[in-house]
Structure formats: C-alpha cells, structure tokens
C-alpha cells in the first residue's frame, strides 16, 4: 500500500497543530495509508522544496507562516486565494492551491449561530488574516469597517479586494457601534496573553459578537473584556480546525470529521 503524506510547510514549524489535527481525522475514518507530517522549509528554498515535494509524491500541504504570500508565483492560485493575496492549502498533484482561511472563520461563525448578512463588522488589523476575513464576511453581505493602527495599511488592503462599495477604513470608534467584532492581529496570543487589541475602557455594545482568531489561550484577555461588557465572545480554535478540514476534504475526496480535528487539537492545547 502506498503512502499517502501530506503536511505543513513553514519556518518555524514546531507550533501547529495541523498533524495532530489531521492524523486523527486519518484515524476516525480509517484511512490508515494516509499521514501528516510537519515539513520545515526555509524561505531561500522554498520554490525548490515545492518541486522536491512534489516529485517525491507528496500529496498536498498547508502553507504557514511566512511563505503565505510567497508560494503564490509557484502554484496555480484560485480567484479565492489570487482576491485574498495568500495560499494556504496546495494540492500537489495538479499544483492547484487555494485560500481556506475566509471558508475556515465563515464556517466556524455559522457553527456558532452567526449570521454576518446586515451586520455591522468592525475587523481589527489589516494582515492576511484581516483580509480573509474581510473577504468572508463581504461575501456573506456585511459592512466591514477596517480598524488598524496605520490607517494606509487598511486604505490598501480595502483597494487590493476592491471592495471600496462596503468596506471603510475606520478608527476605534467603530467599535462602538459594530454588531460584530473580529479581531484578525495576534494580539493577546501566548506568551503575550496579558494584552489586548482593545484598550480597557472601549466602548462596546451590550448583545456584541466578539470573533477572536487568536486560539492560544482559549480565552483571551479581549474575549473576558467583551464579556465583562455584556456581549458575547467566541475563540479562533474552530477557524483553525475549518480552514484545515477544507484541505483534508480536498486532498482524500472524504467528508472532514469536524468534531474529531476540534478534540484532538484541544487535547494538544490541555483545553
């Protein structure tokens, strides 16, 4: 029986979750030929470790920090991943890749009850998890407002998806008002749990939806400030487990255990 590998490429690589995650999705369904492996792969080499990969059979990976945006020009990107500006799921076998992280978050807001269409959506940051988000709930009809500390960062992420129609730059007051919070930076991510991308005294709405993609620690200390105020938070660990299962559905042709990739990365995590 062949050997089915797949992985994650990035530099480091030590921190993800994605083997274990998917190692145990291979387990539940009896896919006993299948693997993932974590694949380490500086960024001076990264054209060349693509064609290694590939050339050796491997069927597909993820692509994670930093080689996002870099991997594009090597690979046949989607209208997903070309709008978004970054890969991070590969099928090595046609070289086709997509973007799975707009799918992952969308996914993980319906499996929470959350209906972005109307919303008012306040999106803190402007990197290339903003941009998926902002792609994401675009799609599903909100009005996004893009908060960032370099307001030129937010004017060109909203010209680059050219959603000028339903997406402004905006400041801290547009916390106030949003239906919905989406914090995109890795502020408060471990070991820097003790900060938030929101100072203490924000204003926010009693009843608002706080999406935090930041998944280490569970709960963060912007997830307890919006709570503290009413509203509702919900952590980034789903998104994380969504985006991976697109990949997994792509690469083994097979329906994604969702509920088993969500336990196995909270036992990696001691949730």
């Known amino acids: 029986m062949t050997d089915m590998i797949t992985g994650v490429i990035g530099f480091?690589?030590?921190?993800?979750?994605?083997?274990v995650m998917h190692n145990a999705a291979f387990a539940a369904l009896g896919?006993?030929?299948?693997r993932?492996?974590?694949?380490?792969?500086?960024?001076?080499v990264l054209r060349h470790s693509l064609k290694e990969l590939r050339n050796h059979g491997v069927v597909g990976v993820n692509v994670t920090i930093p080689h996002k945006r870099a991997v594009m020009p090597f690979v046949r990107a989607d209208a997903i991943a070309r709008a978004i500006g970054a890969v991070n799921t590969i099928d090595l076998r046609d070289n086709s890749a997509t973007n799975s992280d707009a799918a992952g978050f969308m996914g993980d807001l319906?499996?929470?009850g959350v209906d972005p269409r109307g919303m008012r959506v306040a999106v803190l940051g402007a990197g290339g998890a903003a941009r998926a988000a902002v792609y994401g709930l675009v799609e599903a009809g909100a009005w996004v407002s893009v908060v960032n500390r370099t307001p030129e960062n937010a004017i060109e992420l909203i010209a680059n998806l050219g959603f000028t129609d339903s997406v402004t730059a905006a400041g801290l007051d547009a916390v106030e008002t949003a239906d919905l919070i989406v914090n995109?930076?890795?502020v408060g991510m471990m070991p820097r749990s003790d900060e938030s991308p929101l100072p203490d005294d924000a204003p926010v709405r009693t009843g608002v939806v706080c999406y935090d993609m930041v998944y280490r620690p569970a709960r963060t200390r912007l997830m307890a400030q919006i709570e503290a105020g009413g509203g509702r938070a919900i952590g980034g660990l789903g998104?994380?487990?969504?985006?991976g299962a697109v990949g997994f559905t792509l690469w083994t042709g097979q329906p994604a255990p969702i509920a088993v990739m969500l336990d196995a990365a909270k036992s990696a995590l001691g949730d």
């Open 12 to 19: 480091p690589i030590d921190h993800s979750l994605s083997p």
């Open 31 to 34: 896919l006993t030929e299948w």
């Open 36 to 44: 993932y492996e974590k694949m380490l792969t500086p960024p001076d």
């Open 110 to 112: 319906q499996a929470h």
């Open 184 to 186: 995109a930076t890795s």
């Open 239 to 243: 998104m994380l487990v969504r985006q």
